[in-house]
């Protein structure tokens, strides 16, 4: 089956400080891959996604480049802000296999990241 | 832009009662999913509808079942609850169509078994 392995939180860094959150997958097939941020009290929210190998998502800053040789999805910032503090979820989907979209999601389990002043 | 909304986004029960979730998706979205996040937890997938037919099914334990209705909100309906089912329940839904297809999730229901 698929599964989705993130590096254990949490993280915490100052303000302006590079952030990396290490994902892995397994999965049988070609998934496409996610990384979801809740902020406390909210829903999950899409950061950013990359459907097929060196695809690179990016968003808000975040960057993170499908990497099939290494069944990767590292998540990563130059420059976090406070309001970067939440918890980051690196998702795979198998996606549009047989007429799905990509919302059947297998989640890792989830990093918090703090960020201080 | 309108986002997926749920109801209602807190609620108490008792060991053994019943509980109904519900989850309005975005308009001309045709596909919904529910998941399960315990405390501390990854969010689990529990069921899947598109157009009103079950699509998929994950971890959904038999005293639960889902429906979704012509105007495409879906309903989550637990019973005998236990202590255990406290969780955040997320809905999230999608669409086929369009070049855009991955899932927006709601804020959540907040299920707390007493």
């Known amino acids: 089956g698929n599964s989705v392995t993130q590096m254990e939180g949490p993280v915490t860094l100052s303000e302006e400080a590079f952030l990396t959150i290490n994902c892995t997958y397994t999965?049988?097939?070609?998934?496409?891959l996610f990384w979801y941020v809740q902020y406390p009290g909210e829903g999950l929210q899409l950061l950013l996604k990359?459907?097929?190998?060196?695809d690179k998502g990016s968003n808000k800053g975040f960057e993170a480049t499908y990497r099939k040789e290494t069944t990767s999805f590292h998540l990563e910032k130059g420059s976090v802000q406070v309001s970067d503090s939440a918890v980051y979820f690196c998702?795979?989907?198998?996606?549009?296999?047989?007429?799905?979209?990509?919302?059947?999601?297998?989640f890792g389990q989830g990093t918090i990241l703090t960020v201080h002043p | 832009a309108a986002g997926v909304i749920q109801s209602p986004r807190h609620l108490i029960k008792e060991k053994r009662e019943t509980a109904t979730l519900k989850c309005y998706p975005i308009p001309r979205h045709d596909t919904v999913y529910w998941y399960q996040q315990g405390p501390g937890q990854d969010p689990q997938f529990l069921i899947s509808f598109y157009e009103k037919m079950q699509s998929d099914k994950g971890s959904i334990p038999d005293r639960f079942s889902a429906q979704q209705f012509s105007d495409y909100h879906s309903e989550l309906n637990m019973s005998s609850l236990e202590l255990g089912d406290s969780a955040l329940y997320f809905c999230?839904?999608?669409?086929?169509?369009?070049?855009?297809?991955?899932?927006?999730f709601g804020q959540g229901t907040r299920l707390t078994v007493v």
């Open positions: 998702a795979l989907s198998e996606g549009n296999a047989g007429g799905t979209s990509y919302g059947k999601l297998t």
């Open positions: 999965a049988t097939g070609y998934p496409s």
């Open positions: 999230a839904s999608s669409s086929l169509r369009g070049p855009n297809t991955e899932a927006f």
């Open positions: 990359a459907t097929k190998a060196d």
